[in-house]
């Protein structure tokens, strides 16, 4: 499978507990988004990634939430110190970045339960 | 701030029935607008991205058209396999912003 891939698919954790989820983009993609999508919503944009430097964050994005993208090939997402309005499904994107605007490819996500 | 509207929010229609999904924004400077599929569970699959208002693109039974204001997806014929969420969403504002903005969907169930 050469798609996007995320671990965890789930991820059931305790308040106050921290999480990573991380993305393995499409090999040749440069540019990495991480969305953030509650039931019956659409997909709120958290962060984006152009290879290993991280360009845009949104004001969702409180100080819990730290996202990487070492040497500009996976990326992880760290929620710290959860809580229960942090429960979503975290979805991973990711573009070859050679024009401004391209298709998205999304991962399946990862669904955390904040208990 | 950019705001993305959708409807009808469900819409149940029988095999071969046509219909049409709207998508209402507002935004600073539109630089593309986008239609995705979202199946249960899964996530977002890119089906169309509209430019310019005129601009129409087509897909096997799927058809997007954008003017100034709104965007349609046309569904000609729709068979139970076409069941999902259509998501839209824009992407505007100045050079190197990346942020998409989704509405919250149209969930299409076709009957067979």
């Known amino acids: 499978d050469t798609g996007v891939s995320q671990d965890p698919r789930h991820k059931i954790t305790k308040r106050g507990q921290n999480v990573t989820f991380r993305c393995d983009p499409i090999s040749e993609h440069n540019r990495l988004y991480w969305y953030r999508q509650t039931l019956g919503q659409g997909p709120e944009f958290l962060t984006y990634f152009q290879n290993e430097a991280q360009l845009e964050k949104s004001r969702l994005l409180s100080d819990r939430f730290s996202a990487e993208r070492p040497k500009g090939s996976f990326s992880t997402l760290e929620i710290q110190r959860t809580e229960q309005g942090d429960s979503a499904m975290y979805l991973c994107a990711s573009r070859f970045g050679q024009y401004e605007i391209g298709e998205l490819f999304f991962g399946e996500g990862s669904r955390l339960t904040v208990l | 701030e950019d705001q993305v509207t959708q409807s009808p929010e469900a819409l149940r229609l029988q095999e071969g029935e046509s219909s049409s999904l709207n998508c209402s924004y507002t935004v600073s400077g539109l630089r593309g607008l986008f239609w995705y599929r979202q199946d249960p569970g899964k996530g977002p699959e890119f089906l169309f991205t509209?430019?310019?208002a005129g601009e129409e693109k087509e897909k096997e039974r799927l058809k997007a058209t954008l003017t100034k204001k709104e965007s349609f997806l046309h569904i000609t014929a729709p068979k139970p396999e076409d069941s999902a969420t259509y998501l839209c969403a824009v992407q505007a504002g100045s050079f190197g912003n990346e942020k998409l903005t989704f509405g919250t969907g149209t969930r299409l169930t076709i009957i067979p």
């Open positions: 509209l430019y310019s």
